[in-house]
């Protein structure tokens, strides 16, 4: 099965810092990955796929890249409002198994 | 408006089973893959079970293979998630998610449930 590895596992910046993620695929998986918010106490929010793709109605302050094993997500400038957790997720066709990365929980410094 | 409405968790024993139910409306159910995705408390995500829009893929993770059987009925907008031989480390909110895009299985998931939580102790 595919290992999606994520880091950090946590991190605190300012507001208004550039922020970024990444994920790490055990194998390649070309660009089948998503990012998901997940604020404290809520369902998490569909915010990038394919990788580099804005889901509608996400602020384009998000943005993704990647492709193959590595990717990233970036926030531009760290808003109140992004103190959340951060999941990648892979859904490649290896399996039909799907895999979450194990979050990375932004906080504000 | 999409709506995806969980039911069916509770409180069970270790080895017996329960059924957890995704009840689909605001969207053409026939058309989208739908996934289980579970959050212990405190803990990240873990996708569960995924089926494709007409059944014919369907997946598991390791940890649930062989315990868990996932199915759906068209006529009633509804996914289903048969858990088995439940263990302590099944406890867990479950949501069920429906894919980003009509007629793939392999895909974000832009609509979340808000989950029905289970919970195994004897």
């Known amino acids: 099965d595919i290992q999606m590895t994520q880091s950090p596992s946590s991190l605190s910046a300012s507001v208004g810092d550039r922020v970024t993620i990444t994920c790490r695929a055990s194998?390649?998986?070309?660009?089948?990955l998503a990012w998901y918010q997940q604020r404290p106490g809520k369902v998490p929010k569909l915010l990038i796929y394919?990788?580099?793709t804005l889901q509608s109605g996400v602020p384009s302050r998000f943005s993704g890249s990647g492709s193959g094993t590595d990717f990233t997500l970036t926030i531009s400038s760290l808003q109140p409002e992004d103190v959340a957790t951060y999941y990648c997720?892979?859904?490649?066709?290896?399996?039909?198994?799907?895999?979450f990365g194990g979050g990375t929980k932004v906080e504000i410094k | 408006e999409v709506q995806l409405v969980e039911s069916g968790g509770g409180l069970v024993q270790p080895g017996r089973s329960l059924r957890l139910s995704c009840a689909a409306s605001?969207?053409?159910?026939?058309?989208?893959?739908i996934h289980w995705v579970r959050q212990a408390p405190g803990k990240g995500l873990e996708w569960v079970s995924g089926?494709?829009?007409?059944?014919?893929?369907?997946g598991y993770a390791d940890s649930v293979k062989g315990r868990f059987t996932i199915s759906r009925d068209s006529a009633k907008s509804s996914v289903y998630l048969q858990m088995n031989s439940l263990r302590a480390e099944d406890a867990a909110l479950y949501y069920c998610?429906?894919?980003?895009?009509?007629?793939?299985?392999?895909?974000?998931?832009?609509?979340w449930g808000q989950g029905t939580t289970v919970t195994v102790s004897s």
């Open positions: 998610a429906k894919a980003g895009g009509a007629g793939s299985y392999y895909m974000g998931m832009d609509a």
């Open positions: 605001g969207f053409t159910f026939g058309n989208y893959a």
């Open positions: 089926i494709s829009w007409n059944s014919d893929t369907i």
């Open positions: 194998q390649g998986i070309s660009n089948f």
């Open positions: 394919a990788a580099s």
């Open positions: 997720h892979d859904y490649s066709t290896a399996a039909a198994a799907h895999t």
